[in-house]
């Protein structure tokens, strides 16, 4: 079965950095499109970034364009989301997704695989 392991979470403060990674397995994603969505306390889950697998165009949300970025090594079968210039607002669980369509959606009802999520804390 499809299997999707975050890592690299933890704790930084503002201004700083970290780098997310999601180890897929299971099968091929070459059809898919894999994302990060975020889930803040007391709020719904979010959308935050999609990369489609086969070509690797991207789709980002506004809160975190030209901060965030997503990437994917195939041959690893990982995809990766460098975080910079974060702040307070970014703290949130951040849960790796992957849909088996190169469509992009952002409505998390969409996505057919979740990984278990990695808590990402941001102090002032």
């Known amino acids: 079965q499809v299997q999707l392991v975050e890592s690299g979470g933890g704790l930084v403060q503002a201004g700083g950095s970290l780098r997310l990674s999601c180890a897929a397995s299971?099968?091929?994603?070459?059809?898919?499109?894999m994302s990060w969505f975020r889930q803040a306390p007391g709020k719904e889950r979010e959308f935050v970034v999609a990369?489609?697998?086969?070509?690797?165009?991207?789709r980002y949300a506004d809160s975190v364009k030209g901060r965030y970025t997503i990437s994917r090594d195939k041959a690893k079968n990982t995809v990766y989301l460098q975080m910079n210039s974060l702040n307070p607002e970014d703290t949130a669980v951040y849960y790796c997704a992957a849909a088996g369509t190169p469509v992009i959606y952002t409505d998390s009802h969409h996505m057919d695989y979740w990984g278990k999520g990695i808590l990402v804390t941001v102090s002032s």
């Open positions: 299971g099968r091929t994603f070459s059809n898919y499109h």
């Open positions: 990369i489609r697998w086969s070509v690797g165009s991207t």
